[in-house]
C-alpha cells in the first residue's frame, strides 16, 4: 500500500515533471523521431532527471533504462549504433565522462559509432551532492579522445537545435548540458552549427569567450561594465571540439583581452583550447582563463557555488575587471 503523499515532502518526480527546462532534450529528439531519423534512447535511472520520460511515454519502444550502470550502457549504445540506429544515452556528466571515459574510448569514439552521449547536471551544478558528482574535468578528458564532439549549450533552446544539428554529424557527440533549471539566453530560439561560435559582441577592450551556463552570466557582467563605460562582448563557443578558430582570432584582433569562463577546471577545458589557438597561431593577446582553479569543488548549493567561484555575472565582472586593471590570480 502507497502512503499518502505529504505537501511538505520533497516530491522528486513532481518537481522535476513541472521544470520546463528538462523538456528540450525530449522535444529535440522527438523532433528527430518526426523526421524520419532512426533514434533510440537511453538513460541510467534518470530519465527524470533529464526529462527523458516525456520522450520514453511517447515511444516506449525507442527508450531503454539501463540502470546504474552506466559504463555497460555506452557499451551497449555503441553496439546499437552498429545497427544503423542512432543512441542518445544520458546519465550525470561525472557518471559519463569521467567514470564511463574507457568506454567511450574504446567502445564509441575509437569504433567511430555515431553514439550521442549527454552528460547533464555538469560542472558543480549538483551541489550538496559533492566531489563524487560534480563534474569539473570532463572537458579536458572529452577533448583528449580523437573523433569526438563536444557541445556545451548555453540553454534548453541551444540544446534542441544541437540535436537536431546532430542528424546530419557521423561522429560521436558529448553533449554537456545543465539540470534543467538554466536561465534562457535564446528566447527566440536559435540556430546551431557545430565548429561555429554564436558572437553576441566583441569588444574594444574584452572579449568574453563562455559556455554553457556561464554564458548568461557573461552577457550579465558584459552588460554591467558596458553600461559603466567599458567595451566588452561575448562569445558562445557551445562548440567546443571542433572549435571555432576563426572566432577566436577575430576577437584576438579587434579586442586588447580575451577572458575565457567555463564551468570547469581552468586546465583542459575551454580556456585551454582557445589558448591553443591564439599560440598556434602566434597571437600575443593576454587571455585570463577563469573557471575552477584546479581543484576540487566545494560542497554546497549551486547558486552558493557559483557566486563563490565567481562565476555568477557579479563575480564574472569582478575578474574581467581585476583583468582589465592588471591584477594578477
Same mark, same amino acid.
Given at each position: 500500500?502507497?502512503?499518502p503523499k505529504s505537501p511538505n515532502s520533497w516530491q522528486y518526480r513532481g518537481l522535476n515533471a513541472v521544470n520546463?527546462?528538462?523538456?528540450?532534450?525530449?522535444?529535440?529528439?522527438?523532433?528527430?523521431?518526426?523526421?524520419?531519423?532512426?533514434?533510440?534512447?537511453?538513460?541510467?535511472?534518470?530519465?527524470?532527471?533529464?526529462?527523458?520520460?516525456?520522450?520514453?511515454?511517447?515511444?516506449?519502444?525507442?527508450?531503454?533504462?539501463?540502470?546504474?550502470?552506466?559504463?555497460?550502457?555506452?557499451?551497449?549504445?555503441?553496439?546499437?549504433?552498429?545497427?544503423?540506429?542512432?543512441?542518445?544515452?544520458?546519465?550525470?556528466?561525472?557518471?559519463?565522462?569521467?567514470?564511463?571515459?574507457?568506454?567511450?574510448?574504446?567502445?564509441?569514439?575509437?569504433?567511430?559509432?555515431?553514439?550521442?552521449?549527454?552528460?547533464?547536471?555538469?560542472?558543480?551544478?549538483?551541489?550538496?551532492?559533492?566531489?563524487?558528482?560534480?563534474?569539473?574535468?570532463?572537458?579536458?578528458?572529452?577533448?583528449?579522445?580523437? !573523433?569526438? @564532439?563536444?557541445?556545451? $549549450?548555453? %540553454?534548453?533552446?541551444?540544446?534542441?537545435? *544541437?540535436?537536431? #544539428? /546532430?542528424?546530419?554529424?557521423?561522429?560521436?557527440?558529448?553533449?554537456?548540458?545543465?539540470?534543467?533549471?538554466?536561465?534562457?539566453?535564446?528566447?527566440?530560439?536559435?540556430e546551431f552549427t557545430f565548429g561555429k561560435a554564436h558572437i553576441h559582441s566583441i569588444g574594444e577592450e574584452l572579449?568574453?569567450?563562455?559556455?554553457?551556463?556561464?554564458?548568461?552570466?557573461?552577457?550579465?557582467?558584459?552588460?554591467?561594465?558596458?553600461?559603466?563605460?567599458?567595451?566588452?562582448?561575448?562569445? !558562445?563557443? @557551445?562548440?567546443?571540439? $571542433?572549435? %571555432?578558430?576563426?572566432?577566436?582570432?577575430? *576577437?584576438?584582433? #579587434? /579586442?586588447?583581452?580575451?577572458?575565457?569562463?567555463?564551468?570547469?577546471?581552468?586546465?583542459?577545458?575551454?580556456?585551454?583550447?582557445?589558448?591553443?589557438?591564439?599560440t598556434d597561431e602566434g597571437k600575443g593577446v593576454r587571455l585570463k582563463r577563469h573557471g575552477i582553479y584546479d581543484?576540487?569543488?566545494?560542497?554546497?548549493?549551486?547558486?552558493?557555488?557559483?557566486?563563490?567561484?565567481?562565476?555568477?555575472?557579479?563575480?564574472?565582472?569582478?575578474?574581467?575587471?581585476?583583468?582589465?586593471?592588471?591584477?594578477?590570480?
Amino acid at each position: 500500500m502507497n502512503a499518502p503523499k505529504s505537501p511538505n515532502s520533497w516530491q522528486y518526480r513532481g518537481l522535476n515533471a513541472v521544470n520546463p527546462g528538462l523538456d528540450h532534450l525530449s522535444n529535440g529528439l522527438l523532433w528527430l523521431v518526426d523526421q524520419g531519423h532512426n533514434v533510440v534512447a537511453g538513460s541510467a535511472d534518470l530519465q527524470y532527471s533529464n526529462g527523458l520520460n516525456r520522450f520514453a511515454a511517447a515511444h516506449p519502444d525507442r527508450y531503454i533504462s539501463f540502470g546504474i550502470s552506466e559504463q555497460n550502457m555506452v557499451s551497449v549504445a555503441a553496439g546499437i549504433a552498429t545497427t544503423g540506429v542512432t543512441p542518445f544515452i544520458a546519465t550525470f556528466s561525472s557518471f559519463l565522462g569521467l567514470l564511463a571515459c574507457e568506454q567511450i574510448r574504446m567502445d564509441v569514439a575509437y569504433c567511430a559509432q555515431p553514439v550521442r552521449l549527454i552528460g547533464h547536471h555538469t560542472g558543480i551544478s549538483l551541489g550538496f551532492y559533492g566531489t563524487s558528482h560534480h563534474a569539473t574535468e570532463d572537458i579536458g578528458t572529452m577533448r583528449s579522445l580523437a !573523433d569526438i @564532439a563536444i557541445v556545451s $549549450p548555453s %540553454d534548453g533552446a541551444q540544446l534542441e537545435a *544541437a540535436i537536431r #544539428a /546532430s542528424a546530419d554529424w557521423d561522429q560521436p557527440i558529448y553533449f554537456r548540458i545543465g539540470r534543467g533549471r538554466d536561465p534562457v539566453v535564446y528566447k527566440g530560439g536559435t540556430e546551431f552549427t557545430f565548429g561555429k561560435a554564436h558572437i553576441h559582441s566583441i569588444g574594444e577592450e574584452l572579449t568574453i569567450i563562455a559556455c554553457g551556463i556561464t554564458v548568461h552570466a557573461a552577457l550579465e557582467a558584459a552588460a554591467a561594465m558596458n553600461a559603466a563605460g567599458r567595451s566588452v562582448g561575448v562569445i !558562445d563557443m @557551445a562548440s567546443i571540439k $571542433p572549435l %571555432d578558430r576563426d572566432a577566436v582570432l577575430q *576577437a584576438a584582433e #579587434a /579586442s586588447r583581452c580575451l577572458m575565457t569562463v567555463e564551468e570547469h577546471n581552468v586546465m583542459g577545458g575551454l580556456g585551454s583550447a582557445v589558448a591553443e589557438v591564439l599560440t598556434d597561431e602566434g597571437k600575443g593577446v593576454r587571455l585570463k582563463r577563469h573557471g575552477i582553479y584546479d581543484e576540487y569543488a566545494l560542497i554546497a548549493p549551486p547558486t552558493h557555488l557559483y557566486a563563490h567561484y565567481k562565476l555568477d555575472g557579479a563575480g564574472i565582472r569582478e575578474v574581467a575587471e581585476g583583468f582589465l586593471s592588471g591584477q594578477k590570480g
